[in-house]
C-alpha cells in the first residue's frame, strides 16, 4: 500500500500546484505555511474564488483507496476508469461503486443523483470527518486565526447552491454515521448543517488517523447522531450548581488570599464539572478506583471539589502560620507546598455509588507525575484482580505547553499498550489555556495543536470550547465511554484561557496585551451558561440566586472553621500499609537468611527448564552450571543469588516485579530470566514455577521501552500501591539513569519527606570501571551519596536494638561485592516494617568473576554457617577483612577501606605482593553509613593508616561522602583528624572515564600498586 499513498500525496501535490496555476487559490496557499501552530483568524473564501474549476489530472496519479481520496478530478477520472474496466482501481473503490450503482437506482426519492455526485459528497463528509475540527469555533476568546482547509466548502467538491435543496444518499456498506448504509436520504442542506454541528461546532473530533475501523465507526456513531445531542433540565442543573462550585471557589479564594499563590483556574472552570461527570460516567460503567496525576493549575478546586477533601482544612493550609504537628510518633517530614499534596477520598457519585479517588503528589517538575500515576494504577490492577483492567483506571490533567513540550508525556504514551505496563487507557485532560506561563503556542510548540503527540498511539482527540460546559461534559463522558469500551488512550482538549496572570501575583498584560484586553471583557463560563439556561427557561432567576447563596454560605461558614481547624495524623499510609513504621518508629532488624531445604528446593525450581525445551545451547550450559551450583552449594554467581531472592521472596507470598532494558536477559546476558525455545520460540520463566499454580504476574521479569524517565517514575510509582512488593527497576548501564534524574532528585530521594509516602523501590545501576570509556563506567555514586540527609558529622544511635539510622534516612546506597549479600539486601528491602530506596551500584564484570561468588551456606540461616553471627544471616553493612584476623591486629600498617569490584584488584595485588601488613574492609553499606562497623575496624587496627581507596575519580565516586564520615568517626575515638583520612583513586577529573583502554589500564594498577605501597600514602595532605 505505500507505492499507493506515495502516488497520492504527489497527486495532491500535483492538484493543489493546477488549482494555484488557475489564480483562484493562490492567496489561500500563501497563507498557510506559518499561521497553523496558534489559533487565528478563519479567512473564508469568496464565491468567486470557490468555483474555480481545476484541471485534470493524468490517472497514473490519482491512485488511491477511497479512505483517502478527496478531490473530485480524481473521482471522475477514477469513475472512467472503473466503467471500463473495475480491475483498474484498487478493490475498496469497487466496492464503493457497485455500492452505488445499486443503490442510486433503488433509492426513494434520489432526484437524479449520479454517482459522481454521491462519490463527491462522500468526500465531504470525509472531509468533515479529517478536517472539520479545523473550522470548529474551539477558542472561547474568538482569537482563533486557523486557515480553513478547502474541502470543507462543498464548491470544492463541485456543488453549487442549486444543489442545496436536492436529496442525496450516501450510505456506505460497513461505514457508521453519516455514511452508513441505512442513513435515510437528506437534503445537501441538512447534510451540511449536520456536518457543522458535529464537525465544527464546540468540539473538533481528532480521530482519522486511529487505523481501525471499528473505532472510527464507534466514534461516528456517537458524533454523527441524526440530532445534536442536548441534555435536559435536571442535567442543567447539575451542570449549573457544579459550575457554580468551581468558579465561587476561585472567586471565595480571591477575595480572602489576595496575595497567595494558588495557580487558580480561572478562565478554566468548566475542567471541574467535566470532570465530575467523567468519573460518574466511569463509575456508571464500572470503575472504582481512579488515580489522578495533576499540575498546579486548579489543583485547590479539584481537591477540594472533586475529592471533595475538607474545605476548612484547604483555607486552613493557607495560615502562613499553620505549624506542622509535633505529636509523638507523629512523622511530618518536611511538608511540601499546599499545590503539591496528594491525597486520596471516597466520592460519592451521582448515581449513588462511591468512586475512590487518589491524587498523587507531586513536584512542580510538570509532567514528571504521569509516569507514577501509571505504575500505581498498574498495582492497584495487580492487586484487585483487575484483569480486564476495567475497575481501576487513570486520569491525567496537563497544561498546553507542558503536555506538548515534556518528553516524558511522549515516554508515558508509548507504556500505554505494552503487555506490562498497560493500565488499559488513561484519559488526558488538557487544560488548555493557550498560554505557558508568558509564552505564546506559536513559540511553545511545532505543531497545530498541543496534543499532537497523543496522534501517534492512536488516541482520540476531543478539542472542546471551554466556554461551553455542556460540550465539556459531553466529551468528558465520551472519554470515559471510549476507555471503558476500548481500553486505550484518550485525550480531552479543553480550550479556555487564564483570567489572571500566571498565578496571583504576576502582570499578564506585560507579555499578553492583546489577548488579556479581550480577556478583560470576557464573561465567565458561568456567566455564559446562566443566560443560556434563563433564555431557554429551563432555570429561573430565582433557582440561580438560590445557589449562589449556598454555595457562599457553605464557603463562609468552611472558612470560618478554617481557623479552628487541627490538622489529623497524617495519612501517611494507606490500608495497605497498616502496621508500617513512620521513620520515627522503631523497627527491629530481622534475620534474611533461608532455611537450607528451602534455598534447595527453590533453588531447583528455578535452575530447571521443562524436558521438552530446546534453550540455546549457551543458555542451557548456563541453566546446568546453576542445577550443578544449588547441587553443591558451591560459587553461586549474582544472578543465581539474585534468582534466590527473588524466589524465596515470592514463596513467601511477595509480590516481585523486575523492570528496564533488556532486564529479562540482562544487558550483561547474565541472568537469562527468560528463556527462549529456539525451534517454538516459546518463552519460559523458571521464577513463574517457584510454586505449584503460581500467578504468572506475581513474578513480572519484563523488558521495558526505551526509557529511563518514564519506566522508572512507572515503577515507582507501582512500588507506591502496596508494601508486599519487591519492585525494581535496573538501568542499562547506571549513567542513562540520568535520563531519569528528575524522578531521583525529585521523588526517590525527597518523597518521604516531603509527601509522607514511603516506596521500597530498588534501583540497579551498573557501575566500574572496566575501560569501557567514559559513558559506561559510572552510575554516578556521588550524586546518590551527595543527596542522602544524613549529618556527616554526628553519630547517629547504632545500638542494634535501638537503631534506626536507615528509617531516619531518606535512602540507603550501597556498592555490594558478594553474590550472598545481594541476596540479602535484596531481601532486607521486604523484611522490616518500613520501606526505604534503595540505590544499588550493580556490578559488571563481577558477574563472572571466579572469585565473586558465595556458597549456599552464606545464604541459610544455620548456626555456625558463614554469615551467621549472633543475631543470624544477615545483609552484612561492612565486609571485613577476609585474612582470619583477630580482634587487635597491632601489626597492621594500613587499613585500605573501599567498596565494590576495586576490592578484587585490590586483594589481587595484595595477594601478588603477598602483603602482610596491610588490611582491607569493603564498605559494601555506603549509605547510611556503617559507623559501628568501621567503628569495630579502626579499634582491630590500632596502628593502620587510614586510607579510602576508590577508582573513580576523586570529585566522583564515594570519597567526598566517605571522607567527612570516616573523619567523624576517627574523632570519636580520638584517632586523629580529618587529614588523617588519606586517598587512593583517580584525580580530579571532568570525564568520567578515560576512553582509552591502555590509560584505563595504566590507571588501574597504578591505583591498586599505590594502595599497597610500603610508603605512607601523603595524599590529599
Ligand atoms: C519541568 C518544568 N519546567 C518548567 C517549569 C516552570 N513552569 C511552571 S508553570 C509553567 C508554565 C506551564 O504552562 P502550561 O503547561 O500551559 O500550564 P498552565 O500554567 O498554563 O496551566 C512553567 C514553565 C516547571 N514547573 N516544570
Ligand atoms: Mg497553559
Redesign the pocket.
Known amino acids: 500500500m505505500a507505492w499507493f499513498r506515495a502516488g497520492y500525496s504527489a497527486a495532491r501535490i500535483a492538484i493543489r500546484k493546477t488549482l494555484c496555476h488557475s489564480g483562484s487559490y493562490m492567496t489561500r496557499i500563501q497563507g498557510l505555511a506559518s499561521h497553523n501552530r496558534s489559533f487565528h483568524r478563519t479567512i473564508f473564501r469568496s464565491k468567486a474564488q470557490a468555483s474555480a474549476t481545476p484541471q485534470s489530472m493524468p490517472l497514473s496519479k490519482l491512485t488511491d483507496n477511497f479512505l483517502d481520496a478527496t478531490s473530485s478530478v480524481y473521482l471522475e477520472e477514477l469513475q472512467k476508469a472503473w466503467e471500463s474496466d473495475p480491475n483498474n482501481v484498487d478493490e475498496s473503490w469497487d466496492n464503493f461503486f457497485k455500492n452505488f450503482a445499486g443503490q442510486s437506482v433503488t433509492s426513494a426519492g434520489i432526484s437524479g443523483q449520479t454517482i459522481q455526485e454521491s462519490m463527491r459528497l462522500l468526500l465531504l463528509v470525509k472531509a468533515y470527518q479529517v478536517n472539520g475540527h479545523m473550522k470548529a469555533s474551539l477558542d472561547p476568546l474568538d482569537l482563533e486565526e486557523r486557515e480553513i482547509p478547502d474541502d470543507l466548502d462543498p464548491a470544492f467538491h463541485g456543488f453549487t447552491e442549486a444543489d442545496l435543496d436536492r436529496e442525496f444518499f450516501i450510505g456506505v456498506w460497513n461505514m457508521s454515521g453519516f455514511l452508513s448504509d441505512n442513513r435515510p436520504v437528506m437534503t445537501l442542506q441538512s447534510i451540511l448543517t449536520r456536518l457543522q454541528q458535529a464537525y465544527s461546532g464546540h468540539v473538533g473530533y481528532e480521530y482519522m488517523h486511529i487505523d481501525d475501523s471499528a473505532k472510527c465507526n464507534w466514534l461516528r456513531d456517537k458524533i454523527e447522531t441524526p440530532t445534536p445531542m442536548t441534555y435536559n433540565k435536571e442535567r442543567r442543573e447539575v451542570f449549573l450548581n457544579r459550575l457554580t462550585w468551581s468558579t465561587y471557589f476561585e472567586n471565595f479564594l480571591a477575595t480572602k488570599m489576595k496575595a497567595a499563590k494558588r495557580?487558580g483556574l480561572e478562565g478554566g472552570e468548566t475542567l471541574i464539572p467535566g470532570m465530575k461527570e467523567m468519573f460518574d460516567r466511569a463509575s456508571d460503567l464500572g470503575v472504582e478506583n481512579i488515580v489522578v496525576g495533576m499540575?498546579?493549575?486548579g489543583r485547590l478546586n479539584v481537591l477540594g471539589n472533586v475529592f471533595r477533601k475538607p474545605l476548612a482544612q484547604i483555607f486552613s493550609e493557607f495560615d502562613k502560620n499553620a505549624k506542622s504537628l509535633d505529636e509523638v510518633g507523629l512523622y511530618t517530614g518536611t511538608g511540601d507546598v499546599k499545590y503539591h499534596l496528594g491525597t486520596s477520598y471516597d466520592r460519592p457519585t451521582r448515581a449513588g455509588r462511591r468512586i475512590h479517588l487518589s491524587l498523587v503528589a507531586n513536584p512542580?517538575?510538570?509532567?514528571?507525575v504521569d509516569p507514577v500515576v501509571l505504575g500505581k494504577t498498574r498495582a492497584k490492577q495487580y492487586y484487585t484482580n483487575d484483569a480486564d483492567r476495567s475497575r481501576n483506571m487513570a486520569v491525567l490533567i496537563?497544561?498546553?505547553?507542558?503536555?506538548a513540550g515534556?518528553g516524558v508525556v511522549y515516554e508515558t504514551l508509548h507504556l500505554s499498550a505494552l503487555p506490562n505496563y498497560t493500565t488499559g487507557g488513561t484519559i488526558h485532560i488538557v487544560?488548555n489555556?493557550q498560554?505557558?506561563?508568558t509564552t505564546d503556542p506559536r513559540s511553545g510548540r511545532s505543531s497545530q495543536y498541543c496534543t499532537d503527540a497523543a496522534k501517534a498511539l492512536n488516541a482520540p482527540i476531543f478539542h472542546v470550547n471551554g466556554d461551553d460546559i455542556e460540550a465539556v461534559a459531553y466529551v468528558c463522558e465520551l472519554a470515559a465511554e471510549w476507555r471503558q469500551t476500548f481500553h486505550s488512550d484518550v485525550v480531552v482538549d479543553i480550550i479556555c484561557y487564564?483570567r489572571f496572570g500566571?498565578n496571583e501575583v504576576d502582570e499578564p498584560f506585560f507579555t499578553q496585551p492583546k489577548m488579556y484586553k479581550v480577556i478583560q471583557k470576557h464573561p465567565s463560563s458561568l456567566e455564559i451558561y446562566q443566560n443560556k439556561l434563563l433564555e431557554s427557561r429551563d432555570i429561573t432567576q430565582e433557582d440561580i440566586d438560590r445557589i449562589h447563596r449556598k454555595v457562599n454560605t457553605i464557603l463562609n461558614e468552611e472558612y470560618s472553621n478554617s481557623k479552628d481547624y487541627v490538622p489529623k495524623r497524617s495519612d501517611w499510609l494507606s490500608s495497605h500499609w497498616s502496621g508500617f513504621k513512620s521513620p520515627e518508629q522503631l523497627s527491629r532488624i530481622r534475620n534474611t537468611g533461608v532455611n537450607l531445604d528451602v534455598l534447595k528446593k527453590v533453588g531447583k525450581a528455578i535452575t530447571v527448564l521443562p524436558d521438552d525445551f530446546k534453550p540455546h545451547k549457551q543458555v542451557k550450559k548456563i541453566y546446568d552450571d546453576r542445577a550443578q551450583m544449588i547441587e553443591t552449594g558451591e560459587g553461586i554467581d549474582w544472578a543465581l543469588a539474585e534468582g534466590l531472592a527473588f524466589a524465596t521472596l515470592l514463596l513467601e507470598g511477595n509480590h516481585v516485579r523486575l523492570s528496564g532494558q533488556d532486564v529479562e536477559r540482562g544487558t550483561f546476558s547474565h541472568r537469562h530470566a527468560m528463556v527462549h525455545d529456539q525451534e517454538s520460540w516459546k518463552q519460559y520463566c523458571p521464577l513463574d514455577h517457584v510454586m505449584m499454580g503460581q500467578d504468572e504476574e506475581m513474578f513480572t521479569v519484563s523488558n521495558s521501552s526505551l526509557s529511563e524517565f518514564g519506566v522508572l517514575g512507572f515503577e515507582l510509582g507501582y512500588s507506591m500501591e502496596n508494601p508486599n512488593a519487591l519492585v525494581m527497576w535496573e538501568a542499562q548501564f547506571g549513567d542513562f539513569s540520568n535520563g531519569a534524574q528528575v524522578m531521583f532528585d525529585q521523588f526517590l530521594s525527597g518523597g518521604e519527606s516531603k509527601w509522607l509516602r514511603q516506596s521500597g523501590l530498588v534501583v540497579l545501576l551498573p557501575h566500574g570501571y572496566d575501560g569501557q570509556g567514559p559513558e559506561h563506567s559510572s552510575a554516578r555514586l556521588e550524586r546518590f551519596l551527595q543527596m542522602n540527609d544524613s549529618d556527616p558529622y554526628v553519630v547517629p544511635e547504632m545500638d542494634s536494638s535501638l537503631r534506626k539510622q536507615i528509617q531516619g534516612c531518606n535512602w540507603q546506597v550501597v556498592n555490594v561485592t558478594t553474590p550472598a549479600n545481594y541476596f540479602h539486601v535484596l531481601r532486607r528491602q521486604i523484611h522490616r516494617d518500613f520501606r526505604k530506596p534503595l540505590v544499588v551500584m550493580s556490578p559488571k564484570n563481577l558477574l563472572r568473576h571466579k572469585s565473586c561468588k558465595s556458597n549456599l551456606c552464606e545464604f541459610d540461616d544455620v548456626q555456625g554457617h558463614p554469615g551467621f553471627d549472633k543475631q543470624g544471616t544477615r545483609f552484612k553493612r561492612l565486609i571485613r577483612d577476609q585474612n582470619d584476623h583477630s580482634d587487635l591486629e597491632e601489626g597492621i600498617r594500613r587499613l585500605v577501606l573501599c567498596s565494590g569490584k576495586v576490592y578484587y584488584e585490590l586483594e589481587e595485588e595484595r595477594n601478588r605482593l603477598s602483603e602482610k601488613d596491610v588490611a582491607i574492609c569493603r564498605v559494601e553499606q555506603l549509605c547510611p553509613f556503617p559507623y559501628d562497623l568501621v567503628q569495630r575496624e579502626l579499634k582491630r587496627y590500632p596502628n593502620a593508616e587510614i586510607v579510602w581507596c576508590q577508582e573513580e575519580p576523586m570529585n566522583m565516586g564515594a570519597y567526598s561522602y566517605i571522607a567527612p564520615r570516616l573523619y567523624t568517626t576517627m574523632r570519636t575515638m580520638g584517632r586523629g583528624s580529618f587529614e588523617d583520612v588519606k586517598y587512593v583513586g583517580r584525580a580530579p577529573s571532568a570525564s568520567t572515564a578515560t576512553g582509552f583502554y591502555s590509560n584505563h589500564k595504566d590507571e588501574q594498577i597504578k591505583l591498586v600498586q599505590l594502595a599497597m605501597q610500603p610508603e605512607p600514602i601523603k595524599y590529599p595532605y
Open positions: 495557580f499540575p498546579h493549575r512542580s517538575h510538570l509532567e514528571a496537563h497544561g498546553d505547553g507542558s503536555f515534556q487544560v489555556n498560554v505557558a506561563f487564564r500566571h
